[in-house]
């Protein structure tokens, strides 16, 4: 849907705030939201329950009114070592993989895929020397194509190792195989090892 306006938040709090923007902003905005969130943040463990949002601090929602301009990335986690671009469901999964492993990496939750916040997306990753893409989509023709064409364009002399995407795969959705399908915690630590190994 080039050219309309694209949210996807990944907490209660950006939802609405996001939400709000999107209503009083003049032009159309497609507003995801990731179903597989409602309950809590998801950490990639199908098995395991998940933490509700009434006991995490990212579901705490003000009564009153508020709104987040639409555009504007969030840093989620501060880190030195690699930059991870994501939106909705995966930047709970990345959140939680990285803890695991013990790595210093920035996420960075993109909750607005156009408008897109170049600006703190570049500066992440030349901080870092290292990017990593994770989405839900399929890999060709998925957003994080163009991100990765975006931070090659700009970072090309700051990357101290190629760009990593982590994706759904290039089938249809296989609804009775739908965990392998998405990127999951083994698949990210797979990538992480991988873009991490020289450093």
């Not at 938040?9 to 159309?28: F, Q, R």
């Not at 609804?175 to 083994?186: D, R």
Request: some cysteine; overall charge negative; proline content about 7%.
């Amino acid at each position: 849907m080039s050219g309309i306006k694209t949210v996807i938040p990944s907490t209660p709090y950006d939802a609405k705030g996001l939400l709000i923007a999107a209503i009083e902003d003049n032009d159309p905005t497609l507003f995801f939201e990731p179903k597989r969130i409602y309950n809590g943040p998801f950490d990639g463990y199908w098995d395991r329950p998940s933490q509700n949002w009434s006991k995490h601090p990212a579901g705490e929602v003000p009564t009153g009114y508020y709104k987040i301009e639409l555009g504007k990335a969030k840093i989620v986690r501060a880190g030195e070592a690699l930059t991870i671009l994501a939106y909705g469901t995966m930047v709970h999964v990345c959140a939680a993989v990285v803890a695991e492993a013990g790595i210093d990496a920035e996420i960075v939750d993109l909750r607005t895929l156009v408008p897109l916040d170049i600006e703190t997306i570049e500066a992440s990753v030349k901080k870092t020397g290292r990017c990593m893409i994770v989405h839900e989509a399929t890999r060709t023709s998925g957003f994080g194509a163009e991100l990765s064409a975006i931070v090659q364009e700009r970072c090309f002399y700051h990357l101290e190792a190629p760009i990593e995407r982590v994706t759904g795969f290039d089938t249809p959705y296989p609804h009775s195989l739908e965990w392998a399908y998405f990127p999951g915690p083994v698949r990210i630590g797979e990538a992480l090892k991988k873009i991490m190994k020289d450093a």
